[in-house]
């Protein structure tokens, strides 16, 4: 089409279709420096959020800026980087847990009663004045019927 307003520049519709396309180009024009905009916009919130640790919204942001714009190293880049640190604080997070639930168990056995039987009778102030020797924490203990 342009090429016929090239050659008959004086066709009675020409000015009107090199207005249009002149539209179409600035709207699209227009729809790119949007996009590109939001792209830029999306990118340095993922590097806000990375710096803030909130890794999950981070690689979530990168995967969308490279599902629209494959080719964006920098958001590669900055995805492995994030997948990276993701991975290491689920394994820390994860330790963090195991170490909690052990240390919940040993608690629990720390604070459970214990029975300890002796191979002869022994009076009960006899039997507690030779455990006191063996541990430094005071003893606490409740006869039971």
Avoid: C, H
Avoid at 56 to 85: D, H, K
């Amino acid at each position: 089409m342009i090429e016929a307003l090239i050659l008959w520049p004086d066709n009675p519709r020409g000015a009107e279709l090199r207005a249009r396309f002149a539209q179409e180009i600035q709207l699209a024009e227009t729809a790119r420096i949007q996009m590109r905009t939001e792209l830029e916009q999306k990118y340095n919130r993922a590097v806000e959020y990375y710096n803030l640790g909130r890794l999950s919204e981070s690689r979530q942001l990168f995967q969308e800026i490279l599902e629209e714009e494959p080719e964006n190293t920098a958001a590669r880049m900055w995805l492995e980087l994030t997948e990276a640190r993701y991975k290491q604080q689920q394994a820390e997070e994860e330790a963090r847990t195991q170490s909690e639930e052990l240390r919940k168990r040993a608690e629990n056995l720390l604070e459970a009663p214990i029975t300890i039987s002796t191979e002869r009778p022994i009076p009960l102030t006899e039997f507690m004045t030779n455990l006191s020797f063996a541990t430094p924490v005071e003893l606490q203990y409740t006869i039971a019927e």
